[in-house]
């Protein structure tokens, strides 16, 4: 492949590069070399993907050589070893990210990065190593967890298999992440992570978990950058990286959905029908047979009582909100959420611990849904995620929240429930109390109306 000279450094690219590539490119290894955000816009047409892709991989080259030149020459000794350990020491002291940077290559969607990674392998830097992060829907091959519907009843299930030790792929993950059909093909997309996975009867999703620590540049979804739930899921390290957003105009509304959350009066009602049937089973007469299972069940009466009484409370605030346009909804400002559920006793301080009670609760419930009547404990996911939306940990940016948010409330609109459960419900003909609303059951939604706060929090 021809290689051209473009700002100072060697770049391959498959053709001789239009005048709109080569300045494309020369911004690209700019950005690169100052260390620099950029926008960089170019019209449809003209390989703006292959000229990210090059022009970044080419500085990563250029970089990896002038370090190991660094390293070479304070391998020889003397003199000319301090002067090096010095620069190095310099280089450090002015820029955290000083060593060799990875890449991240970011798209909104899958069917797009794969179109990136096929454009990769036709480079001449397809021998660079690449990897695709996808979720359990694309890459899990644990046919109890696939048969699952919905991505979080998949997560939950996926979670409590590896908990338990029980799925034969994860348990292979370590002793295969070294394989030679691991290592031999340097660029690893979605088909290929599942073929080899399924050869090796090894986990695809975790094992391109374990692929990232090698690769020079990992391509994923935008909301795993952006997202925290996802970023903490999949181990994002922002660190010494090089982030590159492509088709970067969906980046504005995707932070801000990501800051935004929103809970139903039915999640409330649900969670409560979940608690007492939990609260039930423990104090039934097979309360024995109940607490004997392998399933983790790592919380007690109490604190179901305790999380029973504030979801009532919770319940309750909900119930006696005014909407005053039934059509439209209300809007209150941002304080209004903090102030509902203190008055449920959700506080930021108890926040952790209740957000860490809902996951077990989740987890138990999962496993209990695969041979009884318990539903998979979506309303406590439902809630978890209110709670770690609205309570940020980062206090400093909490100044922010006043002229970022919106709290809207809406009518909830109850669709006709079959007459034995709905899909995930009890298998019950009998509904608890507490989902017969004397009042119009409402929507709450926390709205963000800012990006930056919804980068921010991402940080």
Known sequence: MPEYMIAGIPVHFPFEPYDVQTAYMEKVIACLRDGTNGVLESPTGTGKTLSLLCSSLAWLLSRKADMQSLVQRNARGGAAAQQVANELNTMQSRNANWGIPKIIYASRTHSQLTQAMQELKRTSYSFMRAVVLGSRDQLCIHPEVMREQGNSNKVQLCKLRIQTRTCTFYNRVESKKDSPELKE???????????????????????????????????????????????????????????????????????????????????????????????????????????????????????????????????????????????????????????????????????????????????????????????????????????????????????????????????????????????????????????????????????????????????
Request: include cysteine; proline fraction near 4%; aromatic fraction near 8%.
């Open 185 to 459: 093909q340097s660029i690893m997309d979605i088909e290929d992570l599942v073929k080899v996975g399924q050869k090796l009867k090894v986990c695809p999703y975790y094992v391109s978990k374990e692929l990232t620590g090698d690769a020079d540049i990992t391509f994923m979804p935008y909301n795993y950058l952006l997202d925290p739930k996802a970023r903490k899921a999949n181990k994002v390290d922002l660190n010494n990286t090089i982030v590159i957003l492509d088709e970067a105009h969906n980046i504005e509304k995707i932070c801000e959905e990501s800051a935004s959350v929103q809970i139903r009066s039915s999640d409330i009602a649900l969670a409560i029908d979940d608690v007492t049937h939990i609260m039930k089973a423990m104090m039934s007469e097979n309360a024995l047979d109940f607490m004997s299972g392998d399933e983790p069940k790592d919380f007690k009466l109490e604190d179901l009582a305790q999380l029973k009484e504030m979801l009532l409370e919770l319940e309750k605030g909900i119930d006696d909100i005014v909407v005053e346009n039934k059509a439209e909804g209300t809007t209150f400002p941002p304080s209004f959420m903090f102030d509902l559920l203190a008055g449920a006793k959700f506080t930021p301080a108890i926040a952790p611990a209740t957000i860490s009670l809902l996951e077990r609760l989740v987890q138990f419930m999962t496993v209990q849904s695969q041979d009884s009547a318990f539903r998979k404990g979506g309303s406590f996911d439902v809630l978890s995620n209110l709670l770690s939306v609205v309570f940020v940990k980062k206090e400093d940016i909490i100044a922010k929240v006043l002229r970022s948010f919106k709290v809207h409330v809406q009518i909830e609109e109850i669709k006709q429930q079959n007459k034995n459960a709905s899909k995930d419900g009890w298998l019950s003909k009998a509904s608890s109390s507490s989902t017969v609303a004397t009042k119009l059951p409402k929507i709450i939604n926390y709205w963000c109306f800012n990006p930056g706060f919804g980068s921010v929090t991402n940080h």
